[in-house]
């Protein structure tokens, strides 16, 4: 029964509360690979009963309050079961959660290095790696932040402020038609006028064309507007396709624009042989978006950039303020993070990093990427001999995109039917206009009997499309 005494509770109280609510943690962990994607209640009475609830003025009881917690898992979609294979899964690791148990009790301000220079330094090392891994010069930068979508912004401002002179008003920024809806709201936030944020062609149906991106930066410039940035993607959400590379890094080049990539999805398959081989070119960018939250299993709210020149993000967001004029002196080696990112205040995100690849090796997120390429390319073999199912293209990572025979409302019911079984859930998308299926493995814990209960119920579904 504990109710805290204060709010640092003694020692007793500490462990009590470590205890009962590891007993918790323990039950999510050990049951994680064999728990359904879909199936549970969506809590509709939960909700309205949490919506109602106000906190006491007196002390709650924990078990209680557990018990609360206990109900709301047990509802909705566990993106964190091995079956969730309809979007990009982020399954989650334990030891990057304890990372932030740590990091929120020491609760050290990591903004300016001088106030724990060693923490700084500790996360600083892990975005070294980072760098040394896309092979950028020592010259670079990483930063860690809340997701893909904050590292598209950042790296958009920063394009704009080298490319635009910080006139958002002129400048001009080229993606593909299956770029994610992150890079085009980045833009938008980054002051670039809609009509302005050129959605460029594909010669395949799949990547962007740097023919087309040619062509529109050609007429901005006779136009008089400024182009800031082409952003390739290493990975669609769509599709998991890898643009071009290094064709749009000679591009940028050429014409002297920022070249970004967008990897947030594939990134981290760098550290794979076969990975290195489809990525080739990723190395030129200037900026780099990755997510360790889908890759690397992280929990969510873990996004990375990795900038090619630390100056250019000083550029963009340096700023200074009279309150700070004291602060202790920083150390040259190490990084302001509030001068190069838009956060002042930040979690000590390099924990989160840190502690899982300190506590599990490189090695361990190699092979188990590996093994999610071994078992996408398994899945599109065993799809493409059925001839009820038309696959499309074959996956350049480990999404793997078809049809069922049929019209798009066939796609659709075929995705229900399946996903209607609760162990596997995939989704749908649009692809030369007509709806197709995805499936995107991921997660740690998808195994080759997840992927193999997945097969067999899109044959079955296929099966009835065929009537």
């Given at each position: 029964m504990v109710r805290l005494s204060g709010f640092d509770p003694p020692g007793g109280e500490t462990d009590e509360l470590l205890a009962e609510v590891g007993e918790l943690v323990a039950e999510l962990v050990t049951t994680a690979a064999d728990r359904d994607v879909l199936g549970h209640d969506?809590?509709?009475?939960?909700?309205?009963?949490?919506?109602?609830?106000?906190?006491?003025?007196?002390?709650?009881?924990?078990?209680?309050?557990?018990?609360?917690?206990?109900?709301?898992?047990?509802?909705?979609?566990d993106n964190a079961a091995p079956g969730e294979l309809a979007y990009i899964p982020g399954s989650g690791l334990l030891t990057s959660a304890l990372g932030d148990l740590l990091a929120g009790v020491?609760?050290?301000?990591?903004?300016?290095?001088?106030?724990?220079?060693?923490?700084?330094?500790?996360?600083?090392?892990?975005?070294?790696?980072?760098?040394?891994?896309?092979?950028?010069?020592?010259?670079?930068?990483?930063?860690?932040?809340?997701?893909?979508?904050?590292?598209?912004?950042?790296?958009?401002?920063?394009?704009?402020?080298?490319?635009?002179?910080?006139?958002?008003?002129?400048?001009?920024?080229?993606?593909?038609?299956?770029?994610?809806?992150?890079?085009?709201k980045a833009a938008r936030i980054a002051g670039v006028p809609g009509p302005q944020i050129r959605v460029c062609g594909s010669s395949d149906g799949a990547r962007l064309d740097p023919e087309c991106v040619r062509v529109a930066i050609k007429q901005d410039l006779a136009e008089g507007l400024r182009p800031a940035a082409i952003v390739g993607a290493a990975g669609t959400t769509n599709a998991g396709a890898i643009d071009p590379l290094d064709r749009l890094a000679d591009l940028a080049a050429e014409l002297d624009v920022w070249f970004h990539v967008d990897a947030a999805y594939g990134g981290f398959f760098q550290l794979t042989q076969r990975g290195r081989e489809r990525l080739a070119g990723i190395e030129r960018a200037d900026s780099i978006t990755l997510d360790p939250h889908k890759s690397l299993y992280l929990p969510f709210g873990t996004g990375a950039l990795l900038v090619r020149e630390r100056d250019d993000l000083a550029h963009a967001f340096a700023e200074s303020g009279d309150y700070l004029r004291d602060h202790s002196e920083d150390l040259d080696t190490l990084p302001d993070f509030s001068a190069i990112t838009p956060e002042l205040t930040r979690e000590w995100?390099?924990?989160?990093?840190?502690?899982?690849?300190?506590?599990?090796?490189?090695?361990?997120?190699?092979?188990?990427?590996?093994?999610?390429?071994?078992?996408?390319?398994?899945?599109?073999?065993?799809?493409?001999?059925?001839?009820?199912?038309?696959v499309i293209g074959e996956p350049d990572l480990s999404i793997v995109v078809f049809r069922v025979v049929g019209d798009d409302a066939a796609q659709d019911a075929a995705v229900r039917a399946i996903n209607a079984d609760g162990r596997v859930r995939l989704s749908t998308t649009v692809i030369d206009g007509r709806v197709a299926v995805r499936l995107a493995v991921l997660s740690h814990r998808t195994t080759r009997s997840t992927v193999e209960i997945a097969l067999r119920l899109i044959h079955e579904a296929a099966a009835v499309a065929a009537g």
């Open positions: 969506r809590g509709d009475e939960l909700i309205g009963r949490l919506l109602d609830q106000r906190p006491g003025e007196a002390p709650a009881e924990l078990t209680e309050t557990l018990a609360q917690l206990r109900a709301v898992l047990a509802t909705g979609v020491a609760n050290r301000y990591t903004g300016m290095s001088g106030f724990t220079p060693a923490a700084v330094a500790l996360e600083q090392g892990v975005l070294r790696w980072l760098t040394e891994l896309f092979d950028l010069p020592e010259r670079s930068q990483g930063l860690l932040l809340s997701g893909g979508s904050n590292a598209n912004l950042t790296a958009i401002v920063t394009a704009r402020e080298k490319h635009a002179d910080g006139r958002a008003d002129l400048a001009t920024i080229y993606v593909g038609e299956h770029a994610h809806a992150s890079v085009r995100r390099g924990l989160r990093l840190w502690l899982p690849l300190q506590l599990h090796g490189v090695a361990a997120f190699e092979r188990s990427l590996d093994a999610t390429l071994d078992l996408a390319a398994d899945a599109w073999r065993d799809l493409r001999a059925d001839p009820a199912v038309e």
